[in-house]
């Protein structure tokens, strides 16, 4: 229970005094903290239309969210979930505007199985089996296969055989029965938020429920121990690594099919990246994911009118983003000078 507890009111600790310093840097800065950050409420949350788009923009982070949230849990550091969004996005695309006269019911799951099996392919091949068999650093790894999903992204869109034809480095559109419907009309919100939903309680159940989640939770925990108690450290690296890739690659085909619609070269906006910082806040917890993505999301859409509203630069949401991030790691710094601390008091005890 003292767990649970820590696990909920740090994050919100962190929330908290990083807004607490935004103020006081807006105050030094010439601007009014109340009314910035009225603005930044109302631009996420004021109307009906920007309540829509803020959770449009949560459901990428969800997803993407849910797998780093997999591999932290399983004490990997994958931060290729870039690249593996990328992928997804990428086979979601080309199966979108490719296949004629599907039904919407065979043709949306056939892209989102498709993306989700290329994203794990992704992540679990080249960065699993490195780590797992040769002890290559998953960062290492993970980030190099992001550069090369990107940049065979900008081949195929530059000229490449995904190029609409005319100038603009696109795709062409996908097919109708491969569209996402909308919810709100004229906002961005898309069926994909029931996607997100279910994949974080799926993720719930399979880490917190099942015999494998609770291996990969052990294995992350203490991979020597996991070995000496007969788990199989090696497999569970492979598919913690190819969860995270299938997640990551997840969000990027419900992003193309319910929002996009088309692949652009500069479609994304760094939601592999982001996703990162939802899964520490959220403590590597699914259901925490949810209220964390949306956090930073309506950091994103309320900047904007903040900006335009309040006369308040909209990097400065970029800034409480990084607060929130030094605060979330200060308290592991916290946990580590306890411990040191406990162990001289007992060195001087003992002495």
Not at 75 to 101: D, P, R
Not at 201 to 208: A, D, K, N, P, Q
Not at 314 to 321: C, F, K
Request: hydrophobic share 55%; aromatic share 14%.
């Amino acid at each position: 229970m003292k767990k649970l507890l820590k696990s909920i009111y740090m994050p919100i600790f962190a929330v908290i005094i990083a807004i607490i310093i935004g103020s006081i840097i807006m105050l030094v800065t010439g601007f009014n903290p109340v009314s910035a950050y009225v603005s930044l409420f109302m631009g996420a949350f004021g109307t009906l239309p920007n309540i829509a788009n803020t959770l449009a923009n949560a459901v990428p982070l969800i997803i993407t969210g849910l797998g780093v949230a997999i591999a932290f849990n399983a004490g990997l550091f994958n931060i290729g979930a870039e690249g593996q969004y990328w992928i997804g996005a990428i086979v979601a695309t080309w199966i979108g505007y490719s296949f004629k006269g599907l039904p919407w019911y065979i043709h949306i799951p056939f892209a989102l199985i498709a993306a989700m099996i290329a994203g794990g392919l992704w992540g679990g091949i080249v960065p699993g089996f490195a780590k797992a068999y040769t002890g290559a650093h998953e960062v290492i790894t993970t980030m190099m296969m992001s550069y090369v999903a990107i940049y065979f992204s900008h081949y195929l869109l530059e000229f490449g055989p995904m190029m609409e034809k005319g100038s603009v480095p696109q795709s062409p559109l996908i097919k109708d029965s491969a569209v996402i419907p909308t919810i709100l009309k004229g906002t961005q919100l898309s069926y994909g938020i029931l996607i997100a939903i279910a994949a974080a309680l799926f993720v719930y159940w399979f880490m917190y429920k099942t015999v494998w989640g609770y291996e990969m939770r052990a294995v992350g925990f203490n991979q020597r121990a996991s070995k000496y108690a007969g788990m199989n450290v090696p497999f569970n690296i492979v598919l913690s690594l190819s969860l995270s890739g299938i997640f990551a690659g997840l969000a990027g085909a419900v992003q193309i099919l319910g929002v996009q619609h088309r692949l652009y070269d500069s479609f994304t906006s760094g939601y592999g990246y982001t996703a990162i910082v939802v899964a520490l806040l959220a403590k590597n917890n699914p259901i925490g994911v949810i209220f964390s993505a949306l956090l930073f999301a309506a950091l994103g859409t309320g900047s904007q009118y903040m900006q335009l509203n309040a006369q308040v630069p909209g990097q400065l949401t970029d800034v409480i983003t990084g607060l929130i991030i030094f605060f979330v790691a200060a308290d592991k710094i916290i946990e580590v000078l306890k411990s040191k601390f406990k162990k001289q008091k007992k060195e001087e005890l003992a002495s």
